[in-house]
């Protein structure tokens, strides 16, 4: 169950847009739609921000938007602010009946 | 308003075992099935193990396979982690989640587990 792969760190400045990707194989993020991603602040739980690919829960704002195309999956946040700052997480299911969660990507707003 | 509250974390040594609990609220329990996610201090998060809503299916991930349980009690609105043969590292948060969609879409507060001599 290896880790999917995220960058480490991601910025950029007030009301711009930025990209995550998370990449895995054929055996996860490509053989399923079950992508999700996560937000979280220091000291808190992870949050729910994507499912199912591109699928927004009820008030998350719209600034957030989930794709994926072959076994990579981004997360774009538009119109940043600086309460978006955290860390990232991806997650897929996978062929062997689990879930894999990327290593994490930091969010940082200059 | 979906709760989830974990807890039976502290401090254990090598070889030890705990007992991790988690309560939830605001939802019909059994109509979803339940995780746990880890999450050692300054580390990712770590998809631990999942049960559907009957405890039919039941999955783990390799590095605890073997030595954790989990088991869910319907009447009690609880679930549960049994971690046996704890190592330095398992220390780390572990959070209860609820499963819907193909994602975790609600979690607890997270209890810590610290595993030490």
């Known amino acids: 169950q290896s880790a999917l792969t995220q960058p480490a760190s991601v910025s950029g400045s007030p009301g711009q847009s930025i990209t995550i990707s998370c990449t895995g194989t054929?055996?996860?993020?490509?053989?399923?739609?079950?992508v999700s991603w996560y937000q979280q602040h220091p000291g808190k739980a992870p949050k729910l921000m994507i499912y199912e690919v591109s699928y927004r829960p009820s008030g998350v704002s719209n600034r957030f938007s989930g794709s994926k195309s072959g076994n990579t999956a981004s997360l774009t946040i538009s119109g940043l602010q600086a309460e978006d700052e955290a860390d990232y997480y991806c997650s897929s299911y996978t062929t062997s009946s689990t879930w894999v969660f990327g290593g994490g990507t930091k969010l940082t707003v200059l | 308003e979906v709760q989830l509250v974990e807890s039976g974390g502290g401090v254990v040594r090598p070889g030890g075992s705990l007992r991790l609990s988690c309560a939830a609220s605001?939802?019909?329990?059994?109509?979803?099935?339940m995780s746990w996610v880890r999450q050692a201090p300054g580390k990712g998060l770590e998809w631990v193990s999942g049960?559907?809503?009957?405890?039919?299916?039941?999955g783990y991930g390799d590095s605890v396979k073997g030595r954790f349980t989990i088991s869910r009690d319907n009447a009690k609105k609880s679930l549960y982690l049994q971690m046996n043969s704890l190592r330095v590292e398992d220390t780390a948060f572990y959070y209860c989640?609820?499963?819907?969609?193909?994602?975790?879409?609600?979690w607890g507060q997270g209890t810590l587990v610290t595993v030490s001599s």
């Open positions: 605001g939802f019909t329990f059994d109509d979803f099935g």
């Open positions: 054929s055996s996860d993020v490509g053989g399923y739609n079950y």
């Open positions: 049960i559907t809503w009957n405890g039919g299916v039941i």
């Open positions: 989640a609820r499963d819907s969609s193909g994602s975790k879409d609600n």
